[in-house]
């Protein structure tokens, strides 16, 4: 989401600088590529104090003269608050990225709660986000608004390495996740179980790793399951996969808002969904989704069973899913969000 922020900031001809607290990974690597600067290991020692990392970002935003700056995670809000607090030269949006509030660390809860009354304006990601935020937080509504994540095309050089092998007439279903409780795959393996039972022929594909693999793979042996379920870890562009399923699903027991389902509407793939977070706001049942409840197996199975058995009804949630991608969740509809937002801070 940072990355495709900057892209599409950068091209409405904002400068862009990323600041990355500790260490990056591959996004960061690509932003670098791609011309942007990219500061890394802002805080290089863990031993360094919160007021020498926060003296450090009050350099970098007055040696570059920084407008806004935009923290997405507690480090980061952390850090930046600090410096806030020392200098006005700059305003200060957050964005909160986590779904499933208030169940976070008292700690933690805490700690949050204190800091977000430091910058100018918050976001949330989505309408239910943005309510269960204000009840744990205890903000003033005013302060926090709505901006819904969006994402670009894939925009893949070369066709992209088959994943998995699939089997002509045999629908495959996808599934594209951390392995963690968050994600709901025992409730879909349980849905697969059932399907299995019903004689329908179908698989499924799930992309990810995470530390309940072993569980679940414990689980797929124990239902007996293996010959339809494969597991292929991660792959390096997720959304190379997505054309090569004819449904995503996605079984989660919470959610914020669900980069891996925009993703999904790119793709123009039929999805079924669990009604958690901004699913029930983004996809409409029906029409661009099935949505069912979560932790619930027979229903998730009876939405699969819809999908392996109609082809119409698939092309036709794929095409549902597409049209509504292009009309609010591109990246560029996000990134004018945003600067919509920081022209409002002054």
């Avoid at 690597?29 to 791609?34: D, H, M, Q, S, V």
């Amino acid at each position: 989401m940072i990355a495709t922020l900057a892209r599409h900031l950068r091209a409405a001809g904002h400068g862009v600088t990323i600041a990355v607290i500790t260490t990056g990974g591959e996004v960061q690597a690509e932003l670098r590529a791609e011309g942007f600067e990219v500061l890394s290991g802002i805080a290089d020692d863990a031993k360094w104090s919160i007021l020498e990392v926060s003296s450090r970002i009050g350099r970098i935003v007055a040696e570059r003269q920084v407008d806004v700056v935009h923290t997405h995670d507690l480090r980061s809000l952390t850090d930046v608050s600090a410096t806030r607090l020392r200098t006005r030269s700059f305003r200060h949006i957050h964005t909160f990225h986590f779904g499933n509030y208030p169940h976070l660390s008292r700690k933690r809860l805490l700690l949050e709660r204190i800091l977000s009354r430091v910058p100018d304006q918050l976001v949330a990601v989505g309408n239910v986000q943005r309510d269960t935020l204000i009840a744990a937080h205890r903000l003033d509504p005013e302060r926090i608004r709505t901006i819904w994540n969006g994402v670009d095309d894939a925009n893949i050089a070369e066709p992209p390495r088959q994943a998995f092998a699939r089997t002509d007439g045999i629908p495959t279903v996808g599934s594209i996740s951390t392995f963690i409780e968050q994600k709901g795959l025992p409730t879909l393996l349980e849905a697969v179980g059932i399907v299995k039972a019903k004689g329908l022929r179908f698989r499924l594909v799930l992309v990810g790793d995470g530390p309940l693999r072993p569980a679940l793979e414990a689980d797929v042996a124990r239902r007996g399951i293996g010959d339809v379920v494969e597991f292929v870890g991660w792959v390096p562009d997720a959304r190379a996969v997505l054309p090569q399923f004819d449904v995503l699903v996605q079984s989660s027991y919470w959610e914020a808002m669900s980069i891996v389902i925009l993703e999904a509407m790119a793709a123009g793939r039929p999805i079924l969904a669990t009604t958690v977070g901004e699913n029930p706001f983004v996809l409409e049942n029906e029409r661009t989704a099935l949505l069912v409840p979560p932790r619930d197996a027979e229903a998730l199975a009876g939405g699969l069973t819809r999908l392996i058995c109609d082809c119409e009804l698939r092309g036709r949630l794929g095409r549902g899913a597409r049209d509504s991608y292009e009309t609010m969740f591109t990246g560029q509809a996000m990134a004018a969000r945003y600067a919509e937002a920081y022209a409002e801070l002054g």
